[in-house]
T-cell receptor
Framework: KAGVTQTPRYLIKTRGQQVTLSCSPI?????VSWYQQTPGQGLQFLFE???????NKGNFPGRFSGRQFSNSRSEMNVSTLELGDSALYLCASSSGTASYNEQFFGPGTRLTVL | AQTVTQSQPEMSVQEAETVTLSCTYD???????LFWYKQPPSRQMILVIR??????QNATENRFSVNFQKAAKSFSLKISDSQLGDAAMYFCAYRIPVNYGGSQGNLIFGKGTKLSVKP
């Protein structure tokens, strides 16, 4: 079974631009979560999607948005990029909604904002 | 608010020796889950071990075991017979069960402990 895939793996953008990151979960997984990882703040939760609906949201500004498609693939979008948005963005998928379920992480997308 | 603290930014262990990584958390919940994740230099995070708070017995997965002290809100990870492949960032994480609308609740991570294994 293929793991969680994220595209692109690396991105370089400039301030003010917008960016879209993509995540394909493990086949059969319907829950997708996004996390931002930075050296200063560590790993922070962005949002969680299940069956095309956002079920849970972290404390990030409205510039960060996401969506999930009927095939469970998910995208996240960051508008009006700021230098502080430079980070590794991790996507994780899970087979179910039980809280003890393992989240399987993708390799991440490294976003650099210049 | 729930918080997770890993007080050891870096640790080092000799190959074949045992090392313990510390984690404490703060919560007012009685039901929750705790996890240790490993992030090797390649960056793909993988689950090492999980513990359900209502279970008294400490979880064990091969060379990995935890010491879960609920009253002290402590959840340490012990790695026995350390191997070179154990070198990685280790993250302690906490999750409360959220049983509405299909959400499984988000993970709250500690800042991580970088483990080096010396040959």
């Amino acid at each position: 079974k293929a793991g969680v895939t994220q595209t692109p793996r690396y991105l370089i953008k400039t301030r003010g631009q917008q960016v879209t990151l993509s995540c394909s979960p493990i086949s059969g997984h319907r829950s997708v979560s996004w996390y931002q990882q930075t050296p200063g703040q560590g790993l922070q939760f962005l949002f969680e999607y299940f069956s095309e609906t956002q079920r849970n949201k972290g404390n990030f500004p409205g510039r960060f948005s996401g969506r999930q498609f009927s095939n469970s693939r998910s995208e996240m979008n960051v508008s009006t990029l700021e230098l502080g948005d430079s980070a590794l963005y991790l996507c994780a998928s899970s087979s179910g909604t039980a809280s003890y379920n393992e989240q399987f992480f993708g390799p991440g997308t490294r976003l650099t904002v210049l | 608010a729930q918080t997770v603290t890993q007080s050891q930014p870096e640790m080092s262990v000799q190959e074949a020796e045992t090392v313990t990584l510390s984690c404490t958390y703060d919560t007012s919940e009685s039901d929750y889950y705790l996890f240790w994740y490993k992030q090797p230099p390649s960056r793909q995070m993988i689950l090492v071990i999980r513990q359900e708070a209502y279970k008294q017995q400490n979880a064990t997965e091969n060379r990995f075991s935890v010491n879960f002290q609920k009253a002290a809100k402590s959840f340490s990870l012990k790695i026995s017979d350390s191997q070179l492949g154990d070198a990685a960032m280790y993250f302690c994480a906490y999750r409360i069960p959220v049983n509405y609308g299909g959400s499984q609740g988000n993970l709250i991570f500690g800042k991580g402990t970088k483990l080096s294994v010396k040959p």
